[in-house]
């Protein structure tokens, strides 16, 4: 089937260089790898002819070679049901952009606010891109490989030495119990 849907494409889409990404691990999904230029185009297609008629999700992955992104489409018609993940690749890291499909799938609004906000791409035409978690002044993308988190943020330390949150403090002392246990189990055992 995605075999089709790649040849549908690639005769609908001018450039879009529509190919198929089979995982080595037979476990995984397949995919379609489109040409980040032509993503507009090829969503497009996508609905009208109603091959897919829902954006599911939109996310992205940093590779250091380039950044992905990964659109979840979905169909929910009775007589016609399925899902497409479709990717397209981003390699410039510094001015890495693509058209927004918020136009297209309004579900994709907050969703490339969010791709923006932790990977730093930039969504074209998108109308009210700026940062949907971290605050407008913060400095990088927390979701790159080349991340580095601010010792500082407005006069407060990030991550103040000897504090932790509950989740971690709990954990720690879940370990802790269970290597008591253990060592007074093995003590009974010699």
């Known amino acids: 089937m995605l075999n089709e849907l790649v040849s549908k494409i690639n005769s609908a889409v001018s450039g879009a260089n529509a190919?198929?990404?089979?995982?080595?691990d037979s476990k995984l999904e397949s995919s379609i790898l489109v040409d980040a230029k032509k993503i507009h185009a090829v969503?497009?297609?996508l609905k009208k002819s109603k091959i897919m008629?829902?954006?599911q999700a939109i996310s992205g992955v940093d590779y250091v070679e380039f950044i992905e992104v990964v659109y979840i489409f979905g169909n929910f018609d009775i007589a016609n049901?399925?899902?497409?993940l479709l990717k397209a690749r981003i390699t410039d890291r510094v001015n890495g952009n693509i058209d927004t499909i918020s136009d297209l799938f309004p579900a994709a609004d907050?969703?490339?606010?969010?791709?923006f906000d932790m990977l730093g791409i930039t969504f074209n035409n998108h109308p009210d891109h700026r940062r949907i978690l971290c605050?407008?002044?913060?400095?990088?993308?927390?979701l790159r490989k080349d991340y580095v988190a601010a010792k500082n943020y407005n006069g407060?330390?990030?991550?103040?030495?000897?504090?932790m949150n509950m989740a971690d403090r709990e954990f720690i002392?879940?370990?802790?119990?269970i290597k008591k246990a253990q060592e007074a189990q093995s003590g009974k055992v010699q």
Not at 19 to 24: D, F, G, K, Q
Not at 81 to 84: A, E, N, S, T
Not at 110 to 115: A, G, L, N, P, T
Not at 173 to 177: F, L, W
């Open 19 to 24: 190919s198929l990404l089979t995982p080595e």
């Open 43 to 45: 969503a497009e297609f």
């Open 53 to 55: 008629n829902a954006l």
């Open 81 to 84: 049901p399925g899902q497409l």
């Open 110 to 115: 907050y969703q490339e606010r969010e791709c």
């Open 135 to 142: 605050p407008d002044d913060w400095e990088g993308f927390p």
């Open 156 to 163: 407060m330390e990030v991550f103040p030495e000897g504090k």
């Open 173 to 177: 002392v879940r370990q802790e119990m």
